[in-house]
């Protein structure tokens, strides 16, 4: 929960993300390893088409909240 407090002490403006995965923890994204490692890869390209190449089907998925779905995934995203 500790990971929390820097999305939870941001001010709203409606670009503020975090994405929470299930199953996943601090040494995840260092272990090309891992089973989730793909999953981490889409959504680092995805947010970067989003907001580094104004890709508006990318920025869509995060402005909805991550209503389109990842396959065979448990992720939330928050947006405030």
């Known amino acids: 929960k500790h990971r929390r ?4 002490a941001s001010r709203p403006s409606g670009r503020n993300y975090l994405i ?3 199953g996943v923890n601090h ?7 891992d089973e989730h490692d793909p999953l981490i890869a889409e959504l ?3 947010f970067a088409r989003a907001f580094l190449q104004d890709d508006v ?3 869509a998925w995060f402005n909805d909240a991550g209503s ?8 939330t995203l928050e947006r405030k």
């Open 27 to 33: 040494n995840t994204f260092s272990n090309r390893e």
């Open 57 to 59: 089907a990318a920025r």
């Open 44 to 46: 680092v390209i995805l």
């Open 5 to 8: 407090i820097p999305f939870e």
């Open 68 to 75: 389109a779905t990842i396959e065979r995934t448990q992720l």
């Open 20 to 22: 929470t995965l299930k």
